[in-house]
């Protein structure tokens, strides 16, 4: 692949995955709905382990808390003709329960070309605790 179609690549899995941060900030639920696939699964863990959550209980969870912050760098990207995935280390603050909570991920993120448009259809979430500074 050329530097030139690596770019393009990274510039257009870079702008959906803005789109859902900016989302997310602003707790726009139209937008994330037409964002998040009606097949959406996240996969995560947490320290009770690992776990599931489909896109109607992932909505809900969003709603009840407050995004801060989020911060993220694409690491790597591959767009196929209605496919692609994105690599993206994250670093957010949300307040839940009162309190402020940090954390630091890895994401692997699939979007599908759906209805004439990139939808997200996965989500899998790994802790990443390297302290590692995130550009913008």
Request: aromatic share 6%; hydrophobic share 40%.
């Amino acid at each position: 692949m050329t530097d030139s179609v690596a770019s393009k690549t990274c510039e257009l899995v870079e702008s959906v995955e803005r789109q859902w941060r900016d989302a997310l900030c602003a707790k726009d639920m139209d937008l994330l709905r037409s964002l998040i696939h009606p097949s959406f699964v996240l996969i995560g863990t947490r320290s009770s382990g690992p776990f599931t959550m489909n896109r109607d209980e992932w909505l809900e969870a969003i709603q009840r808390r407050e995004v801060i912050s989020i911060e993220m760098e694409i690491r790597d990207a591959l767009v196929l003709d209605r496919l692609m995935v994105g690599t993206v280390h994250a670093k957010w603050c949300v307040r839940y329960l009162g309190r402020e909570v940090e954390d630091h991920v890895l994401l692997t993120d699939v979007w599908v070309f759906d209805e004439g448009r990139w939808r997200a259809v996965r989500r899998h979430s790994s802790p990443d605790p390297r302290s590692h500074k995130i550009k913008g």
